[in-house]
């Protein structure tokens, strides 16, 4: 009888336990993003503006953006092209309100700015320049 209440305890709690949560794979309508870009062989930093880019996936466990690293080569792979500067290391900031995104932005802008006292050379690219292309990530 003791083995029988063990049993049906041990049951029990095995379906009381929460279940792991499955990360949902979402496609918001907007995400906010901005390029940064730096190389170990100069001070030349790139930063794009804070960008709208539509139909970009984003995975609700985590709260990562999906495919971020083609976003990232879309702009190595600009910068190789159109300003010669291949060999960057190019990283995508992003954010789900333009808010978000800007204070991102604002912070690491600083950091390379006033922080860095004229270490680096800051370049910006606007849209007109650069802008990134959806990723489409439904497989």
């Not at 792991?20 to 940064?36: L, S």
């Not at 190595?76 to 159109?82: E, V």
Request: charged share 30%; proline share 3%.
């Amino acid at each position: 009888m003791k083995i029988f209440k063990y049993i049906l305890l041990a049951l029990l709690l095995a379906g009381a336990l929460p279940q792991e949560m499955e990360a949902k794979r979402i496609k918001v309508p907007k995400m906010f993003m901005f390029g940064f870009s730096a190389s170990f062989q100069d001070s030349i930093i790139y930063m794009t503006d804070v960008q709208e880019v539509e139909g970009a996936w984003y995975e609700t466990k985590s709260k990562f953006l999906l495919g971020r690293q083609h976003y990232s080569y879309q702009l190595k792979d600009f910068l190789a092209n159109t300003r010669q500067q291949p060999n960057r290391v190019c990283v995508v900031m992003f954010a789900l309100t333009r808010k978000e995104a800007e204070k991102k932005f604002i912070k690491l802008r600083k950091e390379y700015t006033v922080k860095a006292k004229g270490k680096y050379d800051v370049r910006y690219l606007t849209t007109t320049d650069f802008k990134f292309q959806p990723v489409d990530m439904s497989e």
